[in-house]
């Protein structure tokens, strides 16, 4: 299982609101920044969020982050079919177990 | 712009080891760490290890240790990641990325090479 705990799936129509949250401890999410990933069917992972809540660039204002204590959230707004892939939120971890930790990924479908 | 490229596709017997190439461009290689990531087939992301290219200083996860090495040349920009005593677990596709603070988890990410462990 994994360090930081996602829900395996989640869905949406066309235009919805979604929420996706990560879970984790005081060593990773309590201590350190979320970044969110977005994975599309056989391609690499791609940077969503960085530092809790900042987009990089070219990445649209649809996607948004946040985090509260020991977890943190990716919402993706006016919810687009091309929106359909795997979410993954990641942390550093200050523990002894190894530093980067990932969560085991939503699967997002757009209904 | 950030660019890593990796090695091809490999195909290995158990008991095996592998290296895989990730080149780098667009940025100063020193001034990034680079972290290694796998994934295996229908699965998540798992955390390997890093290097920070500017003294070869290293950090493993528990779950790899012993069977990984990391490394990176600075004379032609590129990072390594070997993988030793392959079992068919270790079938999977793995990635470099790097990122530019120390206590971060990756930004840029390369394109993924597949690591097929056969008899």
């Known amino acids: 299982q994994s360090v930081l705990t996602q829900p395996p799936s989640a869905s949406g129509t066309p235009g919805q609101r979604v929420t996706i949250s990560c879970s984790g401890s005081s060593s990773n999410i309590g201590s350190n920044t979320v970044n969110w990933y977005q994975q599309l069917p056989g391609t690499a992972p791609k940077l969503l969020i960085y530092s809790n809540n900042q987009r990089p660039s070219g990445v649209p204002d649809r996607f948004s982050g946040s985090k509260s204590g020991t977890s943190a959230s990716l919402a993706i707004s006016g919810l687009q079919s091309e929106d359909e892939a795997d979410y993954y939120c990641?942390?550093?971890?200050?523990?002894?177990?190894?530093?980067?930790?990932f969560g085991g990924g939503t699967k997002l479908t757009v209904l | 712009e950030v660019q890593l490229v990796q090695s091809g596709a490999e195909v290995k017997k158990p008991g095996a080891t592998v290296k895989i190439s990730c080149k780098v461009s667009g940025y100063t290689f020193t001034d990034y760490y680079m972290h290694w990531v796998q994934q295996a087939p229908g699965k998540g992301l798992e955390w390997m290890g890093l290097v920070d290219p500017e003294d070869g200083e290293t950090i493993y996860a528990e779950k790899f240790q012993g069977r990984v090495t990391i490394t990176a040349d600075t004379s032609t920009d590129t990072a390594y990641m070997e993988l030793s005593s392959l079992r068919s677990e270790d079938t999977a596709v793995y990635y470099c990325?790097?990122?530019?603070?120390?206590?971060?988890?990756?930004?840029?990410w390369g394109q993924g090479t597949l690591v097929t462990v056969s008899s």
């Open positions: 990325a790097t990122v530019n603070n120390w206590n971060d988890v990756p930004h840029y």
């Open positions: 990641a942390a550093w971890d200050d523990s002894l177990n190894g530093p980067g930790v």
